[in-house]
């Protein structure tokens, strides 16, 4: 087995259990506010894995790219709309490796960079990260790491490249020779094109999984195999040998079908995930088995360590104390971004994860007269947080944060805030009291935001998909989960059905339970916040990885 270069070790003696050696290759990690590196779920799910391998001591490393102006900064308008800037982020603590070397793009010769995040910085296992920006690239070259997912179809194909290809070859440049290559989601396949003339197929499919997120084959990296081809994505291999060894005798290259052929093992990030996904790709010849590992969040990092303390000391009365000075927290930064100032004793609601059409961020409003009902009961009157990111480009889901902006001028216990990153979700599942999830059932892979939630003494109101299904199973009296409604409906009756059901759960359950029964609400918060743990704790998760894919 090889060892990395003494520089770059890990600071301490790996675990019997996991010291086979792997590599993860991931386009984004959230590790730290401060590294902002990262867009959504994704990168909260491979910073918290990052953390987790950390705390377990195991033999992993993480290879990423440095993005220059990470994913945008996003912030409001004179109007209030959405605005997304796109800047210089500088990071004296990442340290320079001096390793350097070219990978080809479109038959030119790009530079690529190494930066290293030491483990001792934020509690992660080593972390290399890429980047192109160096004097020595033109300016196309250089901005291949600006923009993490950029909108430009080649530009997406020349980042992949940089993680792939330039992953792979940076592996060679430490003459570090891992037992596993894991592909967190499909970015890095271009990197198998690198290995296979030097291993060969059989060798390669030994060392190599992959972790697919994508619950709809829509959804996945598709490209024209020509494009690819001119782009230089397979490495000098020739069509025919490409095609041979993928299986892909069309033009439509499908980034995550290719992985699962070549893969010995690939999972999904639920159970029901998993079962989705053996549904989906199951039609296709050659492909790998299909598990499931279940997402989670890293504990340590995520969970206020007052509230467990009161938690675990099964204190009620500490913990109402410590959950009202986060309201009190959260609230600061509302007042500051709305001049909207909230009440700790109301019961909060918030929405917050990436914007996108099927997690219909807008769903509780589309009864308005009833929305504005909830909001403005002078009995037991609710308050409502929404936060998230949509894609720059992605107009449809800013408009959607932009009408929400809108609607909420006119209600003065509704705010919409910006910049949701690692602090503002720390903020928000802190002092929420319901954490509302309500995807489409069958389109949410996973989701994690809601593990976190439940960790901090918010409890889940969500549809029954991705991780909740599996929590609900297992503690049902732990989260308010809406029944499931039949997902071949056309999607305007699952969106009306869904929404009764939200309304249902709130007004007979939610709202009686939090002004009623004070005992009874906090009992249900310290037992979801107890039975959230371990399996949702990303120590959990991490160590699944080894026994159910790096292992066998």
Not at 395 to 408: G, H, K
Not at 495 to 521: A, F, H, T
């Amino acid at each position: 087995m090889s060892k990395l270069p003494k520089a770059f070790q890990h600071p301490y003696k790996f675990d019997p259990k996991y010291k086979k050696s792997a590599v993860y290759f991931c386009m984004e990690y959230g590790i730290d506010q401060s590294l902002k590196i990262y867009s959504g779920g994704l990168g909260f799910l491979a910073g918290s894995h990052m953390r987790s391998a950390y705390d377990t001591k195991q033999n992993l490393i993480g290879i990423g790219i440095l993005w220059k102006y990470g994913y945008y900064d996003q912030f409001k308008k004179e109007d209030r709309k959405m605005g997304a800037l796109f800047q210089e982020k500088i990071y004296h603590f990442l340290q320079d490796t001096d390793i350097k070397f070219t990978i080809n793009i479109a038959g030119h010769p790009v530079w690529v960079k190494a930066y290293y995040l030491d483990p001792k910085q934020f509690g992660t296992v080593p972390l290399f990260l890429l980047s192109t920006d160096v004097p020595e690239n033109d300016f196309l070259a250089r901005s291949t790491t600006f923009k993490l997912y950029d909108s430009d179809p080649k530009a997406k194909i020349a980042q992949s490249m940089v993680l792939g290809i330039g992953g792979a070859k940076l592996l060679d440049e430490l003459n570090y020779d891992p037992e596993v290559y894991h592909f967190n989601e499909a970015h890095a396949l271009s990197a198998v094109f690198h290995w296979l003339p030097k291993m060969g197929q059989e060798k390669l499919k030994e060392k190599l999984v992959f972790t697919t997120h994508t619950p709809e084959e829509a959804g996945n990296e598709k490209h024209n195999i020509h494009d690819l081809d001119q782009m230089g994505f397979f490495n000098g291999m020739s069509l025919e040998d490409v095609r041979a060894v993928s299986g892909i005798h069309d033009d439509e290259f499908n980034h995550s079908l290719v992985a699962l052929r070549l893969a010995r093992k690939a999972n999904g990030v639920s159970k029901l995930h998993g079962e989705v996904s053996r549904g989906m790709w199951g039609k296709y010849e050659g492909i790998c088995k299909i598990d499931h590992v279940t997402n989670s969040q890293n504990k340590l990092y995520w969970a206020d360590d007052r509230l467990e303390q009161a938690r675990a000391k099964k204190n009620a009365k500490n913990l109402v104390t410590r959950k009202k000075e986060l309201k009190r927290e959260l609230f600061k930064e509302v007042a500051d971004q709305t001049g909207k100032w909230f009440d700790e004793d109301v019961l909060t609601i918030v929405w917050a994860r990436r914007f996108a059409g099927y997690k219909r961020a807008d769903l509780i409003t589309r009864d308005y007269a009833r929305f504005e009902k909830l909001l403005n009961n002078s009995e037991k009157p609710v308050q409502i947080i929404f936060a998230g990111k949509p894609y720059p480009m992605d107009y449809n889901a800013i408009r959607q944060y932009d009408s929400l902006v809108e609607m909420s001028f006119g209600l003065k216990n509704m705010a919409v805030l910006a910049g949701y990153e690692l602090a503002l979700s720390k903020l928000l599942k802190d002092g929420s009291d319901i954490w509302l999830n309500n995807p489409r059932v069958t389109r949410e892979a996973s989701g994690t935001s809601g593990m976190t939630a439940a960790m901090n003494g918010s409890l889940n109101l969500s549809t029954n998909d991705g991780w909740i299904r599996e929590f609900h199973e297992m503690s049902p009296d732990c989260s308010f989960v809406l029944p499931i409604v039949d997902h071949t409906l056309p999607v305007f009756e699952q969106d009306q059905q869904d929404l009764d059901n939200l309304y249902k759960v709130l007004e007979d359950e939610i709202i009686p339970l939090y002004y009623d029964d004070s005992k009874g609400w906090y009992k249900k918060v310290m037992d979801a916040m107890t039975e959230v743990v371990p399996f949702f704790d990303s120590d959990r998760m991490a160590h699944d990885y080894y026994e159910k894919m790096y292992n066998v």
